[in-house]
């Protein structure tokens, strides 16, 4: 699969530009950023990344509004309790979109804690914030932007998918492959994210414990 337009809201972010330079090489990026210049300066920096190890892209930054219009596929990555403001404003500029959340709602105490919504997970709430044709699917909860952002680093690790649409489900399960040794698992339905979003504060609290950085899951 090649050649699909990926907005990413919060693309300034962290994992935002793990995922842009994973994905560059085979499609378009719309990096979103409440702060349209702010994405037009991020983006000729992700280029430069790319053409660094001889990979030509097209990234360019956008307001989030503008980069939801224009794309096939949209990834929302922002902090979680920003995302009710981020969807209530780019809501009128959806279509029939599939949207990706990998938001993980949780506080940092003395250790991380899962902190879901009353829906039960961040993607069934941005289910109920987004208009009703836009297809969501959950999945990158796990992965770790530090090293999705090192193109050097091949990262070994699976991706739990949970999604209601089964194609939006493949397609997403498609472009997880494109990411070298990531390697998708269909998770079930929308309403299963709660388990692996509530993985990374574990994930989180696990490696504070015992001294490891950036832990990801395998299944055997
Ligand atoms: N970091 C990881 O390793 C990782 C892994 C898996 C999942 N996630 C999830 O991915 C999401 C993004 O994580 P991140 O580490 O990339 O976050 P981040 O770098 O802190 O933020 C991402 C972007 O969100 C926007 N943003 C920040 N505060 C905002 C606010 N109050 N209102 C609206 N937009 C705001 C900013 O973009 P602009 O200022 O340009 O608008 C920022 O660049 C989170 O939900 C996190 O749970 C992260």
Redesign the pocket.
């Known amino acids: 699969m090649t050649g699909m337009k990926i907005a990413i809201v919060?693309g300034?972010?962290?994992?935002?530009e793990g995922l842009a330079l994973r994905w560059a090489r085979n499609h378009e990026i719309l990096i979103g950023?409440?702060?349209p210049d702010?994405?037009r300066k991020a983006a000729p920096g992700y280029i430069e990344s790319l053409s660094c190890k001889g990979i030509s892209s097209i990234i360019k930054g956008y307001s989030?509004e503008e980069a939801v219009t224009r794309a096939d596929i949209v990834v929302i990555?922002?902090?979680?309790?920003?995302v009710a403001?981020?969807l209530g404003s780019a809501r009128p500029f959806f279509k029939d979109q599939i949207v990706v959340s990998?938001?993980?709602p949780m506080k940092k105490n003395e250790y991380y804690k899962y902190t879901p919504p009353p829906q039960g997970s961040a993607a069934l709430e941005m289910r109920d914030l987004l208009p009703p044709e836009v297809r969501v699917v959950s999945a990158?909860?796990?992965?770790?932007?530090?090293k999705l952002c090192n193109l050097d680093l091949e990262i070994e690790g699976d991706v739990v998918v949970c999604g209601d649409d089964d194609d939006a489900k493949k397609m997403v399960m498609s472009l997880t492959r494109e990411i070298r040794n990531l390697r998708p698992f269909d998770g079930g339905p929308l309403g299963s994210s709660y388990m692996i979003e509530a993985l990374?504060p574990f994930l989180l609290n696990l490696g504070k414990m015992n001294g490891m950085k950036d832990l990801g899951v395998k299944f055997v």
Not at 77 to 82: A, F, G, L, N, R
Not at 140 to 146: D, F, G, R
């Open positions: 919060g300034t972010g962290f994992i935002g950023s409440r702060d702010k994405a989030n990555s922002v902090p979680y309790e920003s403001g981020v990998l938001v993980v990158y909860h796990n992965v770790s932007a530090k990374t």
